[in-house]
């Protein structure tokens, strides 16, 4: 199974700072690779797809990059609502793997 | 709007079966598949299998060693997830996922508001 790794695990933050999370990959996947945001007690929600394509709707402060094996999620200028966790996933592969979360609370 | 809408949470006890429906709206049924992905308390997300909702295949993780059946009743619009011999360790949060390709990337969107099955004896 291919194993997916999130640094932080979490992170503390002001509103309007420049946020970058990252996801590694245990072997290369190309660009399959998507980003979730989840808000307690609410099903997670696709913000990034095939490593930097916006989903609709998402605002333009998201942001994706990366191929292979690194990948990372921007936040441009954290917003009261971007408080969440935020996940990885790889769909080059069955199983397909998901990240521990990054936690990002508010500092 | 696309939605799933899952059934309400369940109390089992270790060696039971559960059964989650997940029922969708607002698209072609047929049109996409759908995964089953599961949260344990303090646990990464765990995918589960997937069923081809068009012609009924399905793939399941060899982790969970033939204990979950993926079925469809596509006059209802509903996908069914069976956990059998359930452990305590099943303990979970379990969420339907609507699946479709982006730029060659398979991506879940939308997912059901999930249920939360307890094992306990």
């Known amino acids: 199974d291919i194993q997916m790794t999130q640094s932080p695990s979490s992170l503390s933050a002001s509103v309007g700072d420049r946020v970058i999370i990252t996801c590694r990959a245990s072997?290369?996947?190309?660009?399959?690779l998507n980003w979730y945001q989840q808000k307690p007690r609410k099903a997670p929600e696709l913000l990034i797809s095939a490593a930097s394509s916006l989903q609709s709707g998402v605002p333009s402060r998201f942001s994706g990059g990366g191929s292979g094996t690194e990948f990372t999620l921007t936040i441009s200028s954290l917003q009261p609502e971007d408080f969440a966790t935020y996940y990885c996933?790889?769909?080059?592969?069955?199983?397909?793997?998901f990240g521990q979360g990054t936690r990002l609370e508010i500092k | 709007q696309v939605q799933l809408v899952q059934s309400g949470a369940e109390v089992k006890k270790p060696g039971a079966s559960v059964k989650i429906s997940c029922k969708a709206s607002g698209y072609i049924f047929s049109a996409n598949a759908i995964h089953w992905v599961r949260q344990a308390p303090g646990q990464r997300f765990e995918w589960m299998g997937w069923?081809?909702?068009?012609?009924?295949?399905?793939k399941y993780s060899e982790n969970l060693q033939g204990r979950v059946t993926i079925t469809r009743d596509t006059s209802a619009s509903t996908v069914y997830m069976e956990v059998s011999s359930l452990r305590p360790e099943d303990t979970a949060v379990y969420y339907c996922?609507?699946?479709?390709?982006?730029?060659?990337?398979?991506?879940?969107?939308?997912w059901g508001q999930g249920t939360l099955v307890t094992v306990s004896s």
């Open positions: 069923i081809n909702v068009g012609n009924g295949n399905t």
């Open positions: 996933q790889q769909s080059y592969s069955a199983p397909w793997t």
């Open positions: 996922a609507r699946a479709y390709m982006v730029r060659g990337s398979e991506v879940f969107d939308p």
């Open positions: 072997q290369t996947i190309s660009r399959h």
